[in-house]
């Protein structure tokens, strides 16, 4: 935890020493809200700032969450939404207890069980990205990334899994005239805590959009993600947004989220800053 710690500090004084190289600074808040295939309603704030520098094709980003969750059961936020601690499969669980009557942490509250809404915030798990773009033509771009997701997240209120996750990913971008559009694909190996198994997942987004005017854009995407618990359902959502050039050093994004399967959030709100150095 030190080295990780180390590296944090010491990537942030790189990224303010190469000031003259960073690219954007940008801020967003997400508001989402749903049961999440449970008997609960969950609601939840997801802020986090990234600073990003780009040098050529080489890229590398920091982002430092806020997270906030306001709900009446058990949940833990993820590096791809919130999750419900209450599947149906004990199986999902590392029990080490000898009795028949062990305690079951997935199990859902019986009917005299009152459910007592409990809030939680702090910092979110930091996540790192490095990246290399090619360009095997001028209208098509291939980024490869490797992330690496440090557990600075409480795991006892729920802000994270308390373990490391490993991802690689590759995006795919290209226009047509004024309509653009995009593919990514990645895989995370998910780090097992003392109590749970999760799952190592696939995810991928698809998405399409139009440039409306100079610096105003219309779009909306598709989003894939395997589930943490088998038994959970998968994630799938798709969101339209819009996006617009305020000021040549500032751009601004608005997209909802709407959830279609019972473990994704029902509605989403984002809004984002993007400041350009």
Do not use: C
């Amino acid at each position: 935890m030190k080295k990780i710690l180390l590296y944090l500090i010491m990537t942030l004084f790189s990224i303010a020493y190469a000031a003259d190289s960073l690219t954007t600074l940008s801020i967003e808040e997400t508001y989402s809200e749903g049961d999440f295939g449970t008997d609960y309603t969950t609601k939840a704030s997801y802020v986090p700032v990234v600073a990003t520098y780009k040098q050529g094709q080489f890229s590398t980003s920091i982002t430092v969450p806020y997270v906030r969750l306001d709900s009446e059961g058990s949940v833990t936020w993820t590096d791809g939404g919130l999750v419900p601690i209450s599947p149906s499969k004990p199986s999902d669980v590392r029990s080490t207890l000898a009795s028949t009557n062990a305690y079951d942490p997935f199990a859902l509250p019986d009917d005299n069980t009152t459910l007592t809404p409990t809030q939680t915030d702090g910092l979110g798990d930091i996540l790192l990205n490095v990246g290399y773009t090619f360009i095997p033509d001028k209208k098509i771009l291939l980024k490869t990334s490797a992330i690496m997701k440090v557990a600075t997240a409480d795991e006892d209120k729920g802000l994270g899994t308390g373990e490391h996750d490993y991802s690689a990913q590759v995006d795919l971008f290209t226009s047509h005239e004024q309509f653009f559009f995009g593919a990514s694909a990645g895989y995370t190996l998910t780090g097992d805590s003392d109590i749970y198994d999760y799952n190592d997942v696939l995810y991928s987004t698809l998405s399409a959009g139009y440039n409306i005017a100079y610096g105003f854009y219309a779009g909306a995407s598709y989003y894939y993600r395997q589930t943490l618990f088998d038994s959970l359902d998968d994630t799938h959502s798709v969101s339209p947004y819009l996006s617009y050039k305020v000021l040549d050093t500032l751009k601004l994004q608005l997209r909802y989220t709407r959830g279609l399967s019972d473990s994704t959030a029902d509605n989403a709100y984002s809004l984002k800053f993007i400041y350009k150095l």
